[in-house]
């Protein structure tokens, strides 16, 4: 597997579960041998909701919610069999998604 890249996108709400799982992943790639490049934070997404909490009349009386979006970027330059073989088996958070691409 010379010459390849694999890029790793990881989402979340929740910064605690993305950090720790940066680090899983960091630690194994490493254990491995292969060469990590990031975690790169990515701008962080914000949704913002906005919602009477009257029914009827009040205007003005209004909350607001949000949610936000976090997101890393890691990328494993020159990855080993034995990477991919323990990226494979890595057992990640279950509010974290994972996208993983190979250039």
Same mark, same amino acid.
């Given at each position: 597997?010379?010459n *390849? !890249? ?7 709400? $929740?910064?605690?579960?993305? $950090? ?16 990590v ?8 997404? !914000?949704?913002?909701?906005? #919602?009477?909490?009257?029914?009827? &009349? ?14 890393? &970027?890691? $990328?494993? #330059?020159?990855?080993?069999? !034995? ?5 494979? !088996? ?8 994972? *996208?993983?691409?190979?250039?």
């Amino acid at each position: 597997m010379q010459n *390849q !890249k694999i890029r790793i996108r990881l989402k979340a709400f $929740d910064h605690r579960l993305i $950090d720790s799982s940066t680090l899983e992943i960091v630690d194994t790639a490493k254990r491995t041998g292969a060469q990590v490049r990031g975690p790169i934070p990515l701008p962080t997404r !914000k949704e913002r909701f906005t #919602v009477l909490t009257s029914p009827h &009349v009040n205007k003005d009386a209004r909350d607001q919610y949000e949610i936000r979006t976090h997101k890393r &970027v890691l $990328d494993i #330059v020159d990855p080993t069999e !034995k990477t991919v073989d323990a990226l494979m !088996k890595l057992d990640l958070a279950a509010g974290v998604d994972v *996208q993983i691409s190979l250039s």
